[in-house]
C-alpha cells in the first residue's frame, strides 16, 4: 500500500494513546515525535513536517474539546483534519475555458509519467463526451513524438504533431499551431506534451515559460513522480518559479512509493491536486481526493474504525448534503455516481468483515451486493456528458443509444439505470425525511 508505511507508524502510535484516558502535554509531545518521524520516514519534506506537527500540537493541547471523542480519537481527528487541508482540502476538479478549445498543458520532468498521463486524460476527457485534441511538444527525445503517437492511437484521441524529418523544429510554434489546429477542427480540448529533462535545467524551463506565454493555458498541470521522495520539493519548487502551474498530477502512485511527496508537494507549492495516475494502463487514473487520501493515511490497519468513520460521515453529513441537494432538486447522476464509488469501497470491506464477530447484520446487507453491477452502472454513467449527467430529463432515444454504444451495454440496461437512479432520489428523499438506513443507498441496487 502507498502509505503503508506512514500508517502503521501512526496506527500504533494511536494504539499507545487508546490506552489511557486523558491527554496529557506529555502525551501530546511523545504523539507529535512519532507522527514527525513517521512522516519523515514517508519523505515529507522536513520544512512540511515541521509545519504540521506543530499546527497538531497547538490544537491537541489546546482547550478545542470534543466530548464525543477518546483522547486517541481526538488527535486522529486533529491528525485527519490538518492532513486534508495540506492536501487541498476540497476535491479540485478540471477547470474547462468558458469558449473552448480548453487548453491544458503538461509540465515536468523526463520520466515523470507526463506523455502516459497525456493518454489517460484524453481517454477519461473522451468517455465524458469532450473531443481533446493531443499535441505533441516534446520536440527534445527522440522518440516523444511517436510515443505520443501511439498513446493517442490506443486513446482513441486525434493528435496534431509536426512533420518527421523538418529538423529539431520549435515546439512554441507547434503548440501555436496545435491550438490553431483544435479550433479548426472543432476539437473542445487540447492537451499539450512538453519537453522533459531528467533534472531541472534553465533550458527546459524557458521553453515551458514560453510555451505557457504563447498559448495561454486554462490548467497548467504539473507532473510529478510519487516515487522520488525528498527531491519532490526542490523539483516542484522550481516548476512553480520557472513555469508556474495550477494543479499537480501525482503519477506512479500504485508503487511502493510510500506518498511523502504528495504532503510535500502540496504543502509547498499551495496548489491542489487533481489527478492520481495508479498504473502504465490507460484506464488507471484517478481524480484525487484529499479526504480520502487522509483516510488511507490515517485508516489502514485500523478497521472497526473506517467503519464508524463511514457510517457517521455517511449517516450525518452526507444525508444532510443529500437532503440539501433534494431540496434544491440538485441531486444528479454526477451525485449518484459519487454514492456508487462510496458503496463499491464498502462492497470490498465485505471480505474483512467476514473476521470480525458481531457484525453480523451488516454482513448480511453486504450479501446483498454486487461490485460487477456498480461497475456496469458506472460506465453506463461515464458514457454520458457532464450535461445528461446534470440533467437525465434530456435523455431521449438516440442519446440513450449513444450512450449503450459508449458503454458497451444495451439501450434496455441504460432505461434500467435512468428509472434505478429516480427510485434511489426517492430513497434519499426519504433519508432526508429522517429514516436513515444504516448503509444509506444500499437499498436502492
Ligand atoms: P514522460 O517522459 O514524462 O512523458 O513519461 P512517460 O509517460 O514516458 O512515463 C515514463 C515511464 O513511467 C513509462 O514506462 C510509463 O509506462 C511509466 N508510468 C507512467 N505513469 C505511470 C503510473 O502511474 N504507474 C506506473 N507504474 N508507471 C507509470
Redesign the pocket.
Known amino acids: 500500500a502507498t502509505f503503508g508505511t506512514l500508517s502503521d507508524r501512526l496506527t500504533e502510535t494511536f494504539r499507545n494513546l487508546r490506552t489511557k484516558g486523558k491527554l496529557t502535554p506529555a502525551d501530546v509531545d511523545g504523539t507529535v515525535r512519532e507522527i514527525r518521524r513517521a512522516l519523515l520516514d514517508a519523505d515529507v519534506a522536513l520544512l512540511v513536517v515541521k509545519d504540521f506537527t506543530a499546527k497538531v500540537r497547538e490544537r491537541a493541547l489546546g482547550d478545542e474539546v470534543n466530548k464525543a471523542l477518546n483522547p486517541a480519537q481526538q488527535v486522529v481527528q486533529i491528525v485527519n483534519e490538518e492532513l486534508v487541508a495540506i492536501l487541498g482540502g476540497q476535491q479540485r476538479r478540471l477547470q474547462f475555458a468558458k469558449n473552448p478549445p480548453t487548453v491544458i498543458m503538461l509540465a515536468?520532468?523526463?520520466?515523470?509519467?507526463?506523455?502516459?498521463?497525456?493518454g489517460?486524460l484524453a481517454k477519461q476527457l473522451e468517455k465524458d463526451g469532450h473531443t481533446p485534441l493531443l499535441v505533441a511538444c516534446?520536440l527534445q527525445?527522440p522518440n516523444?513524438v511517436n510515443?505520443l503517437q501511439v498513446?493517442a492511437q490506443q486513446a482513441g484521441a486525434a493528435i496534431y504533431a509536426p512533420e518527421p524529418g523538418n529538423g529539431v523544429g520549435d515546439p512554441v510554434q507547434v503548440a501555436r499551431d496545435g491550438v490553431e489546429a483544435a479550433r479548426r477542427q472543432q476539437h473542445d480540448i487540447v492537451i499539450i506534451?512538453t519537453a522533459?529533462r531528467l533534472g531541472v535545467d534553465a533550458e527546459l524551463m524557458t521553453q515551458a515559460a514560453d510555451i505557457r506565454r504563447a498559448v495561454d493555458p486554462d490548467e497548467v498541470l504539473f507532473?510529478i513522480?510519487a516515487m522520488i521522495g525528498q527531491d519532490a520539493v526542490n523539483t516542484a519548487k522550481a516548476f512553480q518559479d520557472g513555469v508556474d502551474f495550477t494543479g499537480v498530477v501525482l503519477?506512479?502512485?500504485?508503487?511502493d512509493a510510500r506518498g511523502g511527496a504528495a504532503l510535500s508537494v502540496a504543502s509547498v507549492t499551495g496548489r491542489p491536486i487533481i489527478f492520481a495516475?495508479?498504473?502504465?494502463g490507460l484506464d488507471?487514473?484517478e481524480a484525487f481526493h484529499p479526504d480520502r487520501m487522509a483516510s488511507r493515511i490515517l485508516d489502514l490497519g485500523d478497521i472497526l474504525t473506517l467503519i464508524e468513520q463511514a457510517q457517521q460521515a455517511f449517516d450525518e453529513d452526507e444525508a444532510r448534503k443529500v437532503a440539501e441537494k433534494l431540496a434544491n432538486e440538485a441531486f444528479t447522476l454526477e451525485d449518484f455516481l459519487d454514492q456508487l464509488q462510496q458503496m463499491k469501497k464498502m462492497g470490498s470491506m465485505k471480505k474483512m468483515l467476514g473476521m470480525l464477530p458481531g457484525m453480523g447484520q451488516m454482513k448480511q446487507q453486504l450479501e446483498n451486493f454486487d461490485d460487477k453491477e456498480i461497475d456496469r452502472t458506472e460506465a453506463i454513467i461515464r458514457s454520458m456528458t457532464p450535461v445528461e449527467r446534470r440533467n437525465p430529463k434530456i435523455l431521449n432515444g438516440s442519446r440513450r443509444l449513444r450512450i449503450a454504444r459508449g458503454s458497451g451495454m444495451t439501450v434496455t440496461d441504460v432505461n434500467q439505470l435512468v428509472q434505478r437512479f429516480d427510485q434511489a432520489a426517492k430513497m434519499m428523499k426519504t433519508v432526508a425525511r429522517g429514516g436513515v438506513p444504516s448503509i444509506p443507498g444500499m437499498g436502492s441496487l
Open positions: 515536468g520532468l523526463q520520466g515523470s509519467g507526463k506523455t502516459t498521463f497525456a489517460k516534446d527525445r516523444a510515443q498513446v506534451d522533459g507532473v513522480d503519477s506512479k502512485l500504485d508503487g495516475s495508479t498504473g502504465e488507471d487514473l
